[in-house]
């Protein structure tokens, strides 16, 4: 190897793995063939960066393809209801459209993008969302059942992780860095044809569909859309697929497509990889998103609002209201200011402002660039919980119409890994007054499926709860480790 691709090599190992380290993904290891591997495949996008011409969409297509695998779910039948509701991603993810028949499991299709050599998938949560069964299948054939680490509806994505080693996995770009016009490649297993690609160009960046608002959730309050768009073809089957650069860097999760078919129309929508980055660190480390909170009410500047609040410039993202106690209240940030930067990045659309504060943790410090009557400054905030505090969110109390009083919290990978279940949400406190206490549910029993539906998160808990009839089977895992069933009565 020539001194040249030496140098390369070290800076493409170094910022790749150190991205990956960040978000807890990559171990170091003694392990002498994994360590090699490692070297060997990162070389290969070396080549593509050193020849500075554009590279050939065969060569970029051959490394990212066995990054990309099919995923196939079981979902229990839901219980059949008057007001169900459907699911918008249905035609995304299910290829197989036309009516379902009640009372049956159904099955679903979708693609998932590896992220490190030891098995870590990052996908859509709505192809996974509700399921019992999660099975990827590689490019090459291998199949696993794949094991759920955690999920966040808010941003629409899921982590996942098979059992293996020394796997093909994606270099992730920078997303922040893509620009408009781009090339790009889209690889997924649209309508379960396995190993897609198609190219296109980045159409736009920060759009905002409001597809994952959803009213009976007050939780999709927090969601966050900041989708990059391109005309890659993208179909259902797709979502949870690559979205890559001409020199194989994944800048993007496939997530959505605009289409009044369920096919694809021109315009597709991926999650874009520095906001998937913090989502799957998150999850990793804490079985849930912790996200950072600026606490300000927001709109786009237009020539409308730029007229009626005297703005010399259209651009920036206007504050309507600063929330009391919020981290922009304390960092000195008031009603009629304009963002136009958050840490250097320029910010013209509240989806993009929501983007940059969403990579951000409770604690974190930001630097905000604020317009106030037409002048420029600056001003550090240190974002907060969604309870308005500095920290971790570690357990949830869940008050409903049905008086539940008890608080929750999700439970550690290490934990689910030594019970041997792949989800659950343990009840950390009951008070006597509780339905839970009254039905005999111990304190500490985990929740693992309420009237056999997974859950893994306290406000899957609420949700489930409160949208169920006059009674619910709640499954799980007793304090002693024993397996335990209650029927609970909640009117």
Do not use: C
């Amino acid at each position: 190897m020539n001194s040249r691709m030496k140098k390369y090599l070290g800076l493409v190992v170094v910022a790749s793995l150190g991205g990956l380290v960040a978000v807890g993904l990559v171990r170091l290891t003694d392990d002498k063939k994994s360590a090699n591997f490692t070297e060997n495949y990162l070389a290969r996008y070396v080549s593509l960066n050193e020849s500075g011409t554009r590279p050939d969409f065969v060569e970029v297509a051959d490394i990212v393809t066995p990054t990309v695998v099919h995923i196939l779910t079981t979902v229990d039948a839901p219980k059949q209801s008057s007001q169900q509701q459907i699911n918008p991603f249905d035609f995304f993810n299910n290829p197989g459209f036309g009516f379902e028949m009640p009372n049956i499991p159904r099955s679903g299709s979708g693609s998932g993008v590896i992220i490190s050599a030891d098995g870590y998938i990052v996908t859509n949560n709505h192809v996974i969302d509700g399921a019992t069964k999660i099975n990827v299948i590689l490019n090459d054939k291998r199949a696993y059942n794949a094991e759920l680490i955690g999920k966040d509806p808010n941003t629409d994505l899921a982590l996942l992780r098979i059992d293996e080693k020394n796997l093909p996995f994606a270099v992730v770009g920078n997303s922040d860095d893509v620009k408009v016009g781009q090339w790009v490649l889209a690889v997924g297993n649209p309508f379960n044809l396995t190993s897609t690609v198609t190219a296109g160009i980045v159409s736009a960046k920060g759009r905002n569909l409001n597809l994952l608002r959803d009213q009976r959730n007050p939780e999709s309050q927090y969601s966050i859309e900041s989708f990059i768009q391109t005309d890659a073809a993208v179909n259902p089957g797709n979502s949870g697929g690559a979205l890559v650069t001409a020199d194989g860097k994944l800048i993007g999760i496939n997530t959505a497509i605009a289409s009044q078919t369920g096919q694809y129309a021109g315009y597709a929508f991926a999650v874009p990889s520095n906001l998937m980055k913090k989502v799957i660190g998150d999850l990793t480390k804490y079985g849930e998103v912790q996200r950072g909170f600026l606490g300000v009410s927001i709109q786009d500047v237009n020539n409308q609002l730029a007229d009626k609040e005297g703005l010399t410039d259209v651009k920036g993202v206007f504050v309507a209201k600063v929330n009391p106690n919020s981290a922009a209240e304390d960092a000195g940030v008031k009603e009629k200011d304009v963002i136009i930067k958050v840490d250097g990045v320029a910010v013209n659309s509240s989806s993009e402002l929501q983007e940059q504060v969403g990579k951000r943790s409770p604690g974190d410090k930001v630097e905000l660039v604020l317009l106030r009557k037409n002048k420029e400054l600056t001003v550090s905030a240190i974002l907060k919980n969604k309870d308005g505090k500095i920290g971790i969110v570690k357990s949830e109390k869940i008050e409903t119409n049905k008086v539940l009083d008890a608080e929750f919290e999700t439970v550690s990978r290490e934990e689910r890994l030594k019970l041997k279940i792949a989800n659950g949400v343990r009840i950390k406190k009951i008070s006597d007054k509780s339905i839970l206490k009254k039905a005999g549910v111990p304190m500490g029993f985990i929740i693992t499926s309420i009237d056999k539906q997974p859950v893994s998160t306290p406000s899957e808990v609420k949700s489930a709860l409160e949208s169920a009839g006059e009674s619910v089977l709640i499954g799980g895992v007793n304090p002693d480790g024993s397996k335990g069933f209650y029927g609970i009565g909640l009117k």
